[in-house]
């Protein structure tokens, strides 16, 4: 008696449905050409919103007094757009670089879960590196043809060096810019120290009083008041430095968080399409 044919046995199938047999053991499972898409749209993402946001903030202040907003609204608001900025720029990179990378076959879930959170967490990276490159020369050029234009533009303490010199008769006994320089390094020195020393304060009086007419105590205690307002300045400008480094700290971590998470998001979506 003949027995009936057999019908071929099914290959085995994974728990993602896919019955194609793989060897994935020698691939990679970094997709560059995903993390590198996904970086340059966080990157333009971010530029776009930081120009935005730049003429955001110059349209809200006002030269007026009592007019426009104030420096603290402008630099909350300035703050909360940075956060908001790297949330936008960064889900927007992450969640390209899930959808677009290669789909990964005979994989567990939770090393799909790590590829997926890696891969954007290199888009962050990436896209942060792009993104300071174009600001870093921006910046450099834009400070280049200041510097140009200004010899003294860049200096920090260009505006209390110029008012030590000052004078009722402006256009008698001009001081050259040797003299200028050497109080502007003077004053730098002496800002590291909690006070300025004896030697330092008498010397800047002659010059000031070579400069001005001023009597010698006259001229010591202008380099006093304006060390002061030097000083407090610094001050100023070093908690502001502090503030916002601490800020751009917390922006930056959560743009990683919401990269890598976005990456996820797309990579889940990407695996469960329907296939027609």
């Known amino acids: 008696m003949a027995h009936p044919a057999r019908a071929p046995l099914a290959p085995p ?4 449905g896919d019955f ?3 060897d994935e053991g020698s691939s990679s499972g970094l ?8 970086a340059f749209v966080a990157a333009a993402v971010s530029i776009i919103l930081l120009v935005l ?6 349209s809200s202040v006002s030269p ?12 909350v608001g300035a703050i909360v757009w940075l956060i908001v900025s790297q949330i936008l720029a960064s889900s927007m990179g992450g969640y390209l670089a899930g959808r677009l990378r290669t789909k990964w076959v005979n994989i567990h879930t939770d090393e799909v879960f790590f590829r997926d959170t890696a891969h954007g967490f290199l888009v962050w990276a990436v896209g942060l590196v792009i993104t300071a490159a174009f600001i870093a020369t921006a910046a450099a050029s834009i400070a280049g043809r200041a510097a140009q234009g200004n010899t003294t533009a860049s ?16 256009n008698a006994g001009q001081y050259d810019n040797s003299v200028r320089l050497e109080a502007g390094s003077i004053f730098a020195n002496d800002l590291r120290q909690p006070e300025i020393p004896a030697a330092d304060k008498t010397y800047l009086g002659k010059l000031v009083a070579a400069r001005t007419g001023l009597s010698q105590a006259d001229a ?3 380099v006093s008041d304006l060390f002061a307002q030097a000083r407090l300045a610094a001050e100023a400008a070093r908690k502001a430095g502090a503030h916002l480094a601490y800020w751009t700290f917390f922006a930056l971590l959560v743009g990683a968080f919401c990269a890598s998470f976005a990456a996820t998001v797309g990579g889940d979506q990407r695996d469960h399409v329907a296939i027609a």
């Open 13 to 16: 199938q994974s728990a993602f």
């Open 20 to 22: 194609r047999t793989t």
């Open 64 to 75: 007026w007094s009592n007019r426009g907003a104030s420096a603290e609204a402008v630099t």
């Open 220 to 222: 010591e205690q202008r």
């Open 53 to 58: 946001g730049t003429g955001v903030g110059l």
């Open 155 to 170: 200096e920090p303490n260009a505006y209390f060096i110029d008012s030590l010199f000052r004078s009722d008769t402006p």
């Open 31 to 38: 997709s560059w050409a995903a993390v590198i898409g996904g």
